[in-house]
């Protein structure tokens, strides 16, 4: 299995430019999660998918966060429009059931200059 | 909301040694895990515990899951270089398929 995948590894934009990540969950998968990881805070967890469907949405910071989850294999966090204090490495995983087979991508290293 | 704290921020060690590191909360958890996560990589799962009082391990790591289910511990038997990164202790959250993080404990070996 090729795990969890995610693209772009180091994204460089300016403030203001939109952003979109990018995550195909591992197949068979069924649950999807985006984190994001910063010195100051850590590991948050932003949103989560059930088949498909957004369950929680209440760790995204503001209206210019936005995730979808279109197909099984595939979602996309957008933010619109950047700002420097959005520079973090974002994760994404994906799980089928229990804690066990949690697993991360390579996460996508933002910077926002 | 649910927190783990989790001690020491940060250790450097001598190759060989042997390292302890934990996690506590003021609330119980009925699952602990714990991970690592390597420079320029996502966290993977070392350990995971679900019962108060199990102890688990893997290969030189072994776990503790705490009778009062409000904490954990993780213990690295003879370091070598390749343990360097950060670990970090989870747990899921009381409502939700969601996982809470500790901020992690930065280690770092010397050779």
């Known amino acids: 299995d090729a795990g969890v995948i995610q693209s772009p590894r180091h994204e460089v934009t300016e403030m203001g430019q939109e952003v979109t990540l990018r995550c195909k969950p591992i197949?068979?998968?069924?649950?999807l999660f985006w984190y994001r990881q910063t010195m100051m805070r850590g590991l948050e967890l932003l949103i989560y998918?059930?088949?498909?469907?957004?369950?929680?949405d209440s760790g995204m910071p503001e209206d210019r966060f936005s995730a979808k989850m279109p197909n099984a294999s595939f979602s996309t966090l957008k933010i619109q429009p950047s700002e420097p204090r959005d520079s973090a490495v974002y994760f994404c995983a994906s799980t089928l059931r229990g804690w066990s087979g949690y697993t991360f991508g390579s996460g996508t290293r933002l910077t926002v200059v | 909301g649910q927190q783990l704290n989790q001690s020491p921020q940060s250790m450097f060690i001598q190759e060989g040694e042997d390292v302890s590191m934990n996690c506590t909360s003021s609330?119980?958890?009925?699952?602990w895990l714990w991970y690592k996560q390597e420079p320029g990589e996502g966290p993977v799962l070392l350990i995971a515990?679900?019962?108060?009082?199990e102890l688990t391990s893997n290969g030189r790591l072994t776990a503790q899951f705490g009778i009062t289910r409000k904490d954990s511990f993780l213990n690295i038997s003879a370091s070598i270089p390749s343990d360097v990164g950060i670990y970090f202790c989870?747990?899921?959250?009381?409502?939700?398929?969601?996982?809470?993080f500790g901020a992690g404990t930065i280690l770092r070996v010397k050779s």
């Open positions: 515990l679900y019962k108060a009082g």
């Open positions: 609330s119980i958890f009925n699952t």
């Open positions: 989870a747990g899921p959250q009381e409502y939700g398929n969601k996982l809470v």
């Open positions: 998918f059930n088949n498909n469907v957004p369950i929680d």
């Open positions: 197949s068979g998968h069924n649950s």
